[in-house]
């Protein structure tokens, strides 16, 4: 898969993201679903959405014991989601429990990446609540490289971490990057963010990108500008 704009489906039910998706016409972008959504509506969405012939990042973040997360991903590969997650804190046995349960008897799989530090986590939150006391982007860091270690695809990142990810772990290590704006749009609750144009220079390989396009006036000419800008 090359670089592409992966849309965050942050609607709290299936008739508001239907609605948002009858914008694009017979256009069928990579989406992204994450809790609120997989919550609300269960695993016949992720089935709709592929038999629609949207591509999916499942954004649902497992972090459980190894046997636990094995089988939870055996259920989610049989969705045929593109690309799922989960937290590097879980460790290096989960994460390779996790891929044995993505494979499917034919050998394939989806796409599996890893949360490494939540961007809501800063320096001062990682030592006082998680007695982490190293620099985070050497902790961010770490964390990929044993994502790496468990054969796993990539990590999600800030794109200001895209560069240093692939330096540590290689240029085929995927970076899936949020926190991206147009340089005049209001930054929201995202504290690092990163143009589309920039973070196609710093080497993102995914941008996903949720209110600048779902609460755009117009969400198509807002894709379309993504797509122009990172992808070209
Ligand atoms: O609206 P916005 O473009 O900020 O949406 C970014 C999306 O990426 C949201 O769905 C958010 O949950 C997700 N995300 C993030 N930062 C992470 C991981 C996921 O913003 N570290």
Redesign the pocket.
Same mark, same amino acid.
């Given at each position: 898969m090359g670089k592409d704009v992966i849309i965050?489906l @942050?609607f709290p039910a299936k008739d508001k993201a239907l609605e948002f998706l009858g914008r694009f016409g017979e256009k069928r972008p990579f989406v992204?679903i994450?809790m609120e959504l997989f919550y609300a509506e269960g695993p016949q969405l992720v089935r709709e959405l592929k038999e629609r012939g949207h591509r999916i990042f499942l @954004?649902l973040?497992l972090h459980d014991i190894p046997s636990t997360v094995k089988s939870a991903m055996a259920v989610l590969s049989r969705l045929n989601a593109d690309i799922c997650n989960l937290h590097a804190g879980g460790t290096v046995n989960m994460m390779k429990a996790a891929l044995e349960g993505l494979t499917r008897p034919d050998g394939t799989r989806p796409l599996l990446i890893a949360?490494t530090q939540?961007?809501?986590t800063d320096q001062e939150s990682m030592e006082r609540d998680l007695l982490i006391k190293e620099p985070i982007d050497k902790v961010v860091m770490h964390y990929a490289l044993c994502a790496k270690e468990a054969g796993l695809d990539g990590v999600?990142?800030?794109p200001l971490e895209a560069g240093k990810v692939h330096e540590v772990c290689g240029s085929g290590f995927l970076t899936v990057t949020? =926190?991206? %704006?147009f340089a005049e749009s209001d930054t =929201? @609750?995202?504290k690092r963010v990163m143009t589309p144009a920039a973070a196609k220079e710093a080497g993102a390989d995914y941008i996903?990108?949720? %209110?600048?396009?779902? %609460?755009a006036e117009d969400p198509l000419a807002a894709y379309e500008r993504c797509l122009k800008e990172f992808v070209g």
């Open positions: 965050a @942050d992204k994450g @954004d973040k949360v939540l961007t809501s999600v990142c800030s949020p =926190g991206v %704006r =929201g @609750d995202q996903v990108v949720g %209110r600048p396009i779902i %609460r």
